[in-house]
């Protein structure tokens, strides 16, 4: 099966522990995205990356690091200095060009307490 | 930034009518896409639009964009309770970036 998968589905930490969201895509894409999604809101971009080894900031960055060192994975680490964590946590890819959509993967949801 | 607006918030419809929910942007744009989320899931693309295109038929999906009115509509006609969903308008920024806006919840009752 091609796609884009997400691990885990939900995820539990404590307050100010670091968690690491796993993102893996088979597709070939070069590009890949995480989103946030709060309940009843749209998509905010966190972070994304066009390109193995580099990765630029979305409109959400403060508090989330993230990795490109394979083309096929995109982690991505919740710190303990993001103030609000808990969401629905969402990975994307796609091919390079306007004219693409976007595949997501299922999604992780994050509680933090 | 959030490129796309949607109206309406929230749309509830019998089985078997048509639902209509609208996008509002602010820049030019290449190209206009609508995705679909299931509750709990990632999203699903629905359909592309690009700018010098009017209108676009997919099933039972018709799109129109307007570039004057920087609008586009999304059309499901003969709705069925398996399209209760979200629905999000998406554009492209500049660094291949997707910019979804808020969706619109449509509820279909059977």
């Known amino acids: 099966d091609g796609g884009i998968t997400q691990s885990p589905k939900y995820l539990f930490r404590k307050e100010g522990q670091n968690v690491t969201l796993s993102c893996e895509q088979n597709?070939?894409?070069?590009?890949m995205y995480w989103y946030r999604q709060d309940p009843g809101q749209g998509l905010r971009l966190i972070y994304y990356s066009q390109i193995v080894n580099d990765f630029q900031k979305g409109d959400i960055a403060e508090g989330y690091s993230v990795s490109r060192e394979k083309k096929e994975s995109f982690p991505l680490t919740v710190t303990s200095a993001q103030k609000n964590p808990t969401a629905f946590y969402l990975c994307a890819s796609r091919l390079q060009g306007a004219d693409y959509e976007q595949y997501f993967g299922p999604g992780t949801r994050l509680t933090v307490t | 930034s959030q490129q796309g607006e949607e109206d309406p918030q929230a749309l509830s419809i019998q089985e078997g009518e048509n639902a209509t929910m609208n996008c509002s942007y602010k820049t030019s744009i290449n190209n206009l896409q609508w995705y679909r989320q299931n509750s709990g899931r990632g999203l699903v693309h629905l359909i592309l639009?690009?700018?010098?295109?009017r209108e676009k038929h997919s099933g039972r999906l018709r799109v129109t964009l307007d570039t004057s009115k920087k609008s586009s509509s999304l059309l499901i006609t003969a709705s069925r309770a398996a399209d209760t969903a979200s629905y999000f308008c998406?554009?492209?920024?500049?660094?291949?970036?997707?910019?979804f806006g808020a969706g619109t919840i449509l509820r279909v009752k059977s």
């Open positions: 597709l070939n894409h070069d590009a």
């Open positions: 998406a554009t492209v920024e500049y660094g291949n970036k997707l910019v």
């Open positions: 639009i690009r700018s010098n295109e």
